[in-house]
């Protein structure tokens, strides 16, 4: 990042912005107490000083001279030496979770900014998931013991923030990734739950009450006792089965693309001016290709490969960039973006086809005769669907109904019958599933997204349809499933093989 290719950018959306926060800053009236200039930039390699300068100066710009303005980033060299703006009046704040010795990260601290308080602006009491990994933990002892020794520390007075302690959701296509060296790309599931102290639905924790136990301890006039009765878990609600009755099948589901382009080169999502969601490439040949290797040298980020509209496999970006095909004369490549990196030296992360297409030795991604649909399907309510009446093959768009009598209550959706895909609520984007990978089994469907009466679902499974229409279904439970700590972190290319 610098300044020359971004300043025009930033400084029209903090112009925006900033003005309208002012109002609210703590010095008048308002609840913002502090200001962050950057998050952890210290772990970018560019760094760039003039850059954090300038978002420094724009900051001073529009909230004045009397706001705190802070940084923060981790506790090594690096990160010390490119992430704070030593030079100027601004709190250097670190982020670092209970196996880090605060000792030491503090002391390092003092070496470049002698004074002012000492912050934890994000101490870790558990850890992001990704797709094909075990479930991240921390005990609720390790982060119950890391944090008093902070609360108790001789270096004085050290001010705590915990992420996360409130796990989420990542609803829609609105995941993150990480890829921290190629091809190692990892992208974040639906679940946002983070084993923090309140789970993703808000419930509290043994970790919640060891971290509690220590404020009233040691900071007791931070504890209200008479709140304590208002906490209460929500209410779960096991609804059963929602078996899926109407289709739109592949390619079919084409209807709902909001572009559609035809002779064209390989446009990225970004060239097509498209966020999320999905983009269907297609191809027709004069002549019929024979049992060719198909190679997707940079795929961004899951691509599912149709013969003749007859789905064969998929190319994933983090584990295989080939698939064999039988004889064939249409190629289709229907592309996920499975979450943009949002970490790390890989920040640039075009989506769609960005390196070559091979059949065999023969290059096909150069030219413009590719025709392409942009699904980011965020208007599947226009879906017309037909009555399923056999099964449908993958990439297919499935509906169904279900009562709820009363009050809703949370639920969750187990997809024990199905692969990989997207469901849809009432018209609300719930998010990816992918059990087969995990770590996550289950969807998280809060309260507020059901009502009384009929509901409606959809569900887009774009990779392995159960053997009978009997199967078609999914079932509402009364309980999350995350993932097992224990679960092996290896991937498992198997899944893979269909």
């Known amino acids: 990042v610098s300044t ?58 529009h909230l004045g001279d009397t706001v705190t303005l802070y940084t923060a980033d981790g506790w090594d060299m690096h990160h010390l030496i490119c992430g704070p703006i030593h030079q100027r009046e601004v709190l250097t704040t670190l982020n670092f979770g209970p196996n880090s010795n605060h000792e030491s990260a503090f002391r390092r601290l003092r ?94 924790t043994e970790k919640y009450y060891a971290i509690r136990a220590s404020i009233k301890r040691h900071r007791p006039h931070l504890v209200e006792e008479h709140l304590m009765h208002k906490l209460v878990n929500s209410t779960k609600q096991h609804y059963g089965k929602v078996y899926f009755n109407k289709v739109v099948s592949y390619p079919d589901i084409k209807s709902l693309a909001t572009r559609t382009l035809t002779n064209v080169p390989l446009f990225t999502f970004e060239e097509l001016q498209q966020d999320y969601g999905f983009v269907l490439y297609e191809k027709t040949y004069n002549n019929f290709y024979h049992q060719v290797e198909l190679e997707i040298t940079d795929p961004r980020d899951m691509v599912y490969v149709f013969a003749d509209d007859k789905y064969i496999g998929k190319i994933y970006r983090a584990v295989n960039k080939k698939i064999s095909l039988p004889t064939f004369k249409k190629l289709g490549l229907l592309v996920e973006n499975m979450g943009r990196i949002n970490y790390g030296p890989f920040l640039h992360d075009y989506k769609g086809l960005v390196g070559d297409v091979k059949l065999g030795d023969e290059t096909v991604s150069k030219g413009t005769d590719w025709n392409i649909w942009s699904l980011p399907l965020n208007n599947t309510h226009l879906a017309e669907f037909n009555d399923l009446r056999s099964n449908p093959g993958p990439a297919s768009l499935m509906k169904g109904l279900f009562t709820i009598h009363g009050r809703p209550a949370d639920t969750w959706v187990k997809m024990s019958n199905f692969d990989k895909g997207v469901i849809f609520i009432n018209g609300r984007n719930i998010g990816r599933y992918w059990p087969v990978a995990g770590p996550q089994k289950h969807l998280y469907v809060p309260s507020v997204f059901l009502k009384s009466g009929q509901n409606e679902m959809i569900m887009l499974e774009v990779s392995k349809m159960p053997g009978s229409t009997g199967e078609l279904f999914v079932e509402l439970v009364d309980h999350p499933d995350v993932g097992s700590c224990e679960e092996s972190p290896e991937i498992d290319k198997s899944i893979f093989d269909y």
Request: charged letters at 20%.
């Open 4 to 61: 020359q290719s971004t300043g025009a950018h930033v400084q029209c959306y903090f112009d925006e912005l900033l003005p309208k926060l002012r109002p609210y800053l703590y010095e008048n009236g308002g609840p913002i107490i502090l200001v962050q200039i950057e998050n952890e930039y210290g772990s970018d390699k560019a760094c760039d000083h003039d850059y954090m300068n300038y978002l420094y100066d724009l900051m001073r710009k």
């Open 111 to 204: 070496q470049f900014q002698k004074h002012g308080p000492l912050v934890n602006s994000e101490f870790y009491p558990g850890w992001l998931d990704h797709w094909l990994e075990h479930h991240q933990c921390k005990t609720a002892q390790h982060v119950s013991s890391e944090f008093t020794k902070m609360l108790t520390s001789n270096m004085g007075n050290i001010f705590v923030n915990f992420y996360m302690f409130f796990g989420g959701t990542n609803f829609a296509f609105y995941n993150g990734a990480n890829m921290n060296f190629e091809p190692k790309y990892l992208p974040d599931p639906t679940s946002y739950d983070y084993n923090a102290p309140l789970t993703e639905c808000g419930d509290t």
